[in-house]
């Protein structure tokens, strides 16, 4: 596949995925296009057969597993982990706040955002809701306004001289978006605003009571390229949807002859503990139903590797100080090994040269990256899920510029670039344990 069309397929896919659960929901679609059977966690599983599966949690969490035709159950797996979500900004549970003839909405920070650029964007509002049945269950249905529908205005410079010099984001006061304006008449809340786009997308639903949601604000302008030859994506959610998407279609590509897993946890962005996060059971839970006799499967685990994949930092033309010297990672320049010292990523020499070997199969370059001493290093799903599963694992990423902005930037060729490792990953016979 050339690098124009798999970047229009990751367009697509980061278009259609403005929060975890429609890119829970679309990596479904896809993965039963491709032949993918979806087991769920309530139901009993039995004795799995040869074949490829997928289990959903909680809507925002996915694990899709392929039980090689070539291979016995306890020569391990081949692991990928990514995560779902991305810093946002989360709508209270009781969103309506009227200033003056504004009408805003409430918003909590979900994740380690960069706030400012969510200032003087069109933003939009998606997620889940939950609405009643008359027999007293509950039904959930995904929404997506897909449109411009709110707005944080930044206050005037004439007005906070400082602005550029001593940035003051107070959370509370400063980030509620502005939804409407009512001047002769009282505009409705948000939650009639809801039930109206609710009875839009889910006819079935109209008139329902809506007993909660999980609803954020997104950029609704979508992924485009920049740069003036094109060599640039800018785009909302590279991270970690880019890592998603590649070990999505690393997954269906491969000729299923080997055994392969793809767990794309939720709540990253926030620690990773809950019930879908990788903090939680997920992934041993699938593990243990795949292959339920205790001693089979720690002989498994002990022949599988892990490929933890979340974007890594390229080195910022105008902050070049911020990157350690001698470890620059560039755009268009291919994936990035994470390595630190204190095990925030789970990288050592032994698993960085696992990853170098597939690089080198399918003739890309790969880069290395290390924090500087001197400042905090941010980490990943990988050392928790190696740890929980006890198995080698290498963090990996595209490089990425501005990362947890609302917007972010990576190369043209990066995406593909990072895939493909991916792919030979799930399709090679290289060594998995150094012991």
Not at 13 to 29: D, E, G, I, K
Not at 208 to 237: K, M, W
Not at 301 to 324: C, G, R
Not at 334 to 350: C, E, H, L, W
Request: proline share 6%; net charge neutral; charged share 20%.
């Amino acid at each position: 596949m050339d690098t124009s069309l798999y970047n229009q397929q990751l367009f697509s896919f980061l278009s259609a995925s403005p929060t975890p659960f429609h890119c829970v929901a679309q990596m479904s679609r896809i993965l039963q296009q491709h032949g993918f059977t979806r087991l769920r966690e309530q139901q009993s599983w039995g004795q799995l057969s040869k074949g490829s599966y997928y289990v959903v949690r909680q809507q925002g969490a996915i694990t899709a597993f392929t039980l090689g035709t070539d291979e016995k159950i306890t020569d391990g797996f081949r692991i990928i982990g990514a995560h779902t979500d991305s810093p946002c900004l989360q709508l209270k549970p009781k969103p309506d706040v009227k200033t003056g003839s504004f009408h805003q909405l409430a918003v909590e920070v979900y994740g380690g955002s960069l706030l400012a650029p969510w200032f003087d964007r069109d933003l939009s509002i998606a997620g889940r809701v939950c609405v009643a049945r008359d027999d007293g269950s509950i039904d959930v249905f995904l929404v997506d306004f897909a449109r411009p529908l709110v707005t944080i205005p930044s206050i005037a410079i004439h007005l906070f001289r400082e602005a550029n010099s001593k940035p003051d984001i107070n959370q509370q006061k400063h980030l509620p978006p502005i939804i409407g304006q009512s001047v002769a008449k009282q505009l409705p809340d948000f939650t009639e605003i809801l039930k109206d786009q609710m009875a839009r997308e889910h006819p079935e639903a109209s008139g329902r009571e809506i007993l909660g949601y999980d609803l954020f604000c997104y950029d609704h302008q979508g992924p485009i390229y920049t740069g003036v030859n094109n060599d640039f994506i800018s785009a909302p959610r590279l991270d970690n949807l880019l890592s998603c998407h590649a070990g999505l279609t690393a997954l269906i590509q491969t000729d299923r002859t080997k055994n392969s897993i793809l767990f794309c946890s939720n709540h990253e962005e926030n620690g990773s503990l809950s019930a879908a996060g990788a903090q939680g059971s997920f992934i041993s839970a699938v593990l243990e139903r795949i292959i339920p006799e205790d001693g089979e499967r720690r002989l498994a685990l002990a022949s599988s590797f892990l490929i933890s994949a979340d974007n890594a930092h390229a080195t910022h033309p105008n902050y070049p100080e911020k990157t350690d010297p001698g470890h620059e990672i560039h755009l268009n320049k291919g994936p990035v090994i994470k390595i630190n010292a204190n095990q925030r990523y789970t990288s050592s020499g032994f698993s960085s040269a696992v990853y170098k070997q597939l690089c080198r199969i399918c003739a890309v370059d790969c880069q290395e990256f290390v924090m500087r001493s001197d400042l905090a290093c941010g980490s990943t799903i990988g050392p928790m899920t190696a740890a929980r599963l006890g198995v080698n694992g290498v963090d990996v990423g595209a490089p990425t510029l501005g990362m947890h902005s609302i917007r972010e930037l990576t190369g043209r060729r990066d995406p593909l670039l990072f895939q493909r490792p991916l792919v030979t990953f799930l399709t090679s016979d290289l060594p998995r344990s150094c012991s």
